[in-house]
């Protein structure tokens, strides 16, 4: 058995635990984990957003190094540093086999049952990785190999938040030099999205938060105008954008007040991308007169619509040579025991990623 140290929720309680998890199987691998991000869907496992299983080791966004490989894994072996992939592709059902990776019928249930307690109890792992933790043991397909000069904390994030934002732009939106972009909610996610609207030649780039604080972030992410969310917001949007609204806008947060919100900022025939995920029963009305006469597109967005196993290697180099900077990105860094305290700063919208070291 393999010992471990991880984030364990029980419901809203999130405690630090020990924990034993079985040695890497066929096609399996262990990975001693760098550095985790603290993701707001780490949130919803635990604030009744999702559904998943307790107890429940949190944790889907991050990077480490490979221990040991399970028979019949060739692609890697131990030492490699990899990037940890929570929709891992079966590769072979529809939407795998017609371009679509991103929506595998067969990857990213919220939880998966993995470990025990020490008490015998069995454990379940968020998003089949539970990567809180000291030690993760995942499908090799579960993760790619990056070079050893990323950093922890950097290969961390583009499991997640950067992957996930730049996909947004590029893959979902698909956004040309010039066009305007509009995001709301600026935590990790978010500040990627204008990151890469700004990689993309987008402007104006308007950053929108309820939180007076996150101006400054997003203007050192790339963001040409911040903008309070109020009831005021869709006059002062379309004020920055030639009195017709934006050619895009990317909603980061989840909700159906900001769905709607993002709806009314896009100009006639723009295009809005829903990347924030939200409760079930958070219905999104929008007139059917409205749907008609706009013209827009309203489309979801689920893991930046990208391969990862294409795009994460890209993104590693675009970080080394320097072309993508992340330090935008990370307001907090924390150890594993001040994991809890993150997630209490997340719930009141403070700050942008915290990256745990562990």
Sequence with gaps: ???????????????????????????????????????????????????????????????????????????????????????????ACWHCTHGEPWLCENAGAPSTPRGTLPDGTPLHVTLGLGALATRVVIPARAAVPVPDALSFADAALLGC??????????????????????????????????????????????????????????????????????????????????????????????????????????RRGGRVVVVGMGARSDIVELSALELFHSGRTLRGCVYGSADFDVEIPRLAAAVLDGSLDLRPLVTHHATLDDAPAAFARMSRGEGARTVVTL
Aim: net charge negative; with cysteine.
């Design 161 to 266: 938040a950067v992957l996930t934002g730049f996909g947004a732009v590029r893959n979902t939106a698909g956004v040309r030099p010039g066009e305007s972009v509009a995001v709301l909610g600026l935590g990790g996610v978010g500040l990627s999205v204008v990151g890469a609207a700004r990689a993309a030649g987008a402007g104006p780039i308007v950053a929108i938060d309820v939180s007076p604080e996150k101006e400054k972030l997003a203007l050192a992410a790339g963001a040409t105008d911040f903008l309070l969310s109020d009831d005021t917001l869709s006059r002062a949007l379309r004020g920055l954008t030639g009195g017709r609204g934006a050619d895009v806008v990317v909603e980061c947060v989840g909700r159906a007040a900001t769905i709607r919100a993002a709806y009314r900022g896009a």
């Design 1 to 91: 058995m393999i010992a471990a140290r991880g984030l364990v929720a029980r419901g809203a309680e999130l405690t630090v635990e020990e924990f034993r998890l079985d040695p890497p199987g066929p096609g399996e691998i262990e990975v001693e984990i760098g550095a985790a991000g603290v993701c707001h869907s780490d949130l919803s496992m635990v604030n009744g957003t999702l559904a998943p299983s307790f107890p429940l080791v949190l944790g889907h966004e991050a990077a480490g190094t490979v221990v040991a490989a399970g028979p019949g894994v060739e692609r890697m072996r131990a030492g490699d540093r990899v990037v940890l992939n929570w929709a891992p592709p079966c590769r």
